[in-house]
């Protein structure tokens, strides 16, 4: 009964409405990301209920992934990074005259992906919390730092740079008052640190100022959309593509579990596999191939109920959107981890139900209005960006209604941006903000529990199984990306490929 | 001067010199102790790791620059009126700060001309004062 409630609750159904048609927008927009979105909107929901917050963001969740499609079809410019995939072949079915089909093929194969990530999420997540309970602190610590490894040898070309913007996302995650001795910490006397810098002010700004003024760099071009035709591209083609759907829905999963793999890499290996696979392929891929659209949408939305799995069970994100939402609980006064399905399990439900909300909100509003979203993304950045500005000064004034965290956001939009142009991703600066005072608790904690003895506490990790594949996992993760190892790896790995070619008899 | 965002020594004296004031503050928090509760002991270790991955990204020679911009006086204009703005903020109410902002915004970006741009900043700062002091019942700055 208490579940019917909350499923038939009409303002959470409102919301998710609201969120999905403001993701869409949002994802459609491109330079407006649905980490931006989310991290706005994490500040205007501190005062709602946890079950209202949770509604709109995962609306917006799904109604982002799901809309970067959009302006990749139809302008070949995608909206996020998880839509690249799809305008390889989107665009050119849209040259073809075949935008519309393309926009319902990526729709409908959104939402399959998107209920079969749910569905898969919901089997399996209570089954991984259940065993995360047999975590330690020291395991926590080596899940973080290894989270924080793979979102950075992963999203960017060098490691050390990812390594430097999360220990700089640590660094600004002490700032503030000891979470033990309860002493100052890089406070330089001011009285107004000593509350520490709120993370979600520099979410907003490293997300928000910083992509203000990348957006201003690209110029302010409006782009022109092509003609669509009919959308429903119909039944017999969905069934066409079941088994490419339900390949594209397990690789989607999969990679959102993995932490720091989100839907952008998800669509990216989907579309590689359906590449690789199909082998008589409605056109030639690249030229317009509807199977170029179904693998990467039904994967960047499956993508999206993998991503939850470690963030519920662990509270370890799988990508940056999660990363945000794990924010948004801790706003909440909730504990993302395995303890959070134990404790409060309204909140893995709530998040079950706005994501079908959600699904169901992504076919009316995906195949319904296209023309209204065209006009929508033909809208000059110059009009928008000033407008954007204004909304983060509001997002990060409201969190503490303090003047000083609007000076914070902005000057962390600045950092953000000198950042990207030296080549820093900014996202192993979140994860580390956000995670830092779990991974110095958890580390602060195991020593303790070692007695003070960092050998005692390497010799308990290398003997327990857990820590042992986790300490494995952040060698391995840290070693696969030096140079010399690789090198040498890839001379081992020619020796190998040589001795094992027939020799060639000279004659 | 151009400001040379790519080059790795410059970035590396950067990390090292964050990395020196992290270890000071450790050091100030007297966490070259090894007690197990000390509170300089993570600082620390973030310290001495920030030092080492300067050392990395100087050996990890200079990066592809960025793209020139589109138009590079309207980045650093906009720029310059994002910082300009939390001062004004501090002498007007914020619709008027904003509804300035805006307006000014919009002329600098070249969205639209002067009377459009001040309906528009109008209405955009009534839409938002409504929206997040009334509806997500928001304290505005």
């Not at chain 1, 509807?290 to 799988?318: F, Q, R, S």
């Not at chain 1, 303090?402 to 914070?408: A, G, I, L, Q, T």
């Amino acid at each position: 009964m208490e579940t019917l409630a909350l499923v038939f609750n009409p303002l959470l159904i409102v919301l998710t409405a609201v969120g999905v048609v403001g993701g869409i927008f949002v994802g459609a927009m491109p330079g407006l990301s649905v980490t931006m979105a989310t991290a706005l909107l994490i500040s205007f929901t501190y005062s709602w209920s946890t079950e209202a917050a949770l509604a709109m963001m995962m609306g917006i969740y799904f109604g982002g992934v799901y809309g970067g499609s959009r302006s990749a079809i139809l302008f070949n410019i995608p909206g996020t990074p998880s839509a690249i995939a799809t305008g390889l072949d989107g665009y050119p079915m849209a040259l073809q005259g075949k935008a519309g089909r393309a926009i319902g093929l990526a729709t409908l194969q959104s939402v399959i992906g998107g209920v079969f990530g749910v569905i898969v999420m919901a089997l399996m997540a209570p089954v991984v919390a259940e065993f995360a309970l047999k975590f330690g602190p020291f395991e926590y610590f080596l899940l973080a730092t290894l989270g924080i490894l793979l979102v950075g040898s992963i999203g960017s070309s060098s490691l050390p740079r990812a390594v430097v913007s999360a220990l700089l996302g640590i660094t600004f995650s002490m700032v503030g008052m000891d979470p033990i001795t309860g002493g100052a910490r890089f406070t330089y006397g001011s009285s107004s640190m000593l509350g520490g810098i709120h993370f979600i002010v520099a979410l907003i700004g490293l997300f928000g100022v910083t992509e203000i003024l990348f957006q201003l760099r690209l110029g302010s071009a409006v782009p022109v959309a092509q003609m669509h035709d009919k959308v429903f591209p119909g039944w017999r083609t969905l069934a066409k593509h079941w088994w490419l759907t339900l390949r594209a829905s397990a690789i989607g999963f999969i990679i959102g579990a993995l932490p720091g793999l989100g839907g952008d890499i998800a669509a990216l290996i989907s579309y590689d596999h359906a590449k690789r696979t199909v082998r008589k392929p409605t056109a030639p891929f690249g030229q317009g191939a509807e199977e170029g659209v179904v693998a990467p949408e039904t994967a960047n939305n499956a993508a999206i109920g993998g991503a939850l799995v470690p963030m519920l069970t662990l509270g370890i994100p799988g990508d940056a959107v999660t990363a945000v939402l794990i924010g948004a609980l801790y706003v909440h006064g909730l504990k993302p981890g395995p303890m959070l399905m134990i404790d409060s399990p309204y909140v893995f439900k709530n998040i079950l139900v706005a994501s079908v909300w959600s699904n169901i909100f992504l076919v009316i509003f995906g195949l319904m209005a296209i023309p209204l979203f065209v006009r929508i993304c033909q809208i000059r950045r110059g009009i928008l960006l000033p407008f954007i500005y204004i909304i983060s000064v509001v997002g990060a004034f409201s969190i503490q209604n303090r003047f000083s965290d609007v000076v914070w956001m902005t000057s962390f939009g600045f950092l953000g941006y000198a950042m990207r142009m030296g080549r820093f991703p900014v996202g192993p600066m979140v994860l580390g903000m956000i995670l830092g005072p779990l991974m110095e608790a958890s580390f602060r904690r195991a020593v303790l529990l070692a007695e003070g003895s960092l050998v005692k506490l390497l010799t308990s990790a290398i003997t327990d199984p857990i820590s042992a594949v986790l300490l494995a996992g952040v060698l391995f993760t840290l070693l696969s990306s030096m140079d010399s190892v690789r090198r040498l790896t890839n001379r081992i790995a020619g020796l190998f490929a040589r001795s094992s070619q027939p020799q060639r008899i000279e004659r | 001067m151009k400001l040379a965002w790519h080059n790795a020594r410059l970035q590396a004296l950067l990390i090292a010199a964050l990395g020196g004031g992290v270890l000071v503050e450790a050091w100030r928090l007297g966490g070259f102790g090894f007690t197990p509760d000390s509170p300089g002991r993570f600082p620390l270790i973030t310290g001495v790791l920030l030092l080492l991955c300067a050392g990395l990204i100087a050996r990890d020679g200079d990066g592809k620059p960025e793209p020139p911009a589109a138009d590079m006086r309207m980045v650093v204009g906009f720029a310059l009126l994002i910082l300009a703005f939390p001062v004004v903020l501090a002498f007007l109410p914020f619709p008027a700060a904003s509804a300035l902002f805006m307006i000014v915004g919009f002329l600098w970006l070249r969205a639209m001309g002067w009377l459009r741009a001040i309906v528009t900043a109008a209405i955009g700062t009534a839409i938002i004062t409504v929206l997040f002091q009334y509806v997500f019942k928001v304290v505005l700055p």
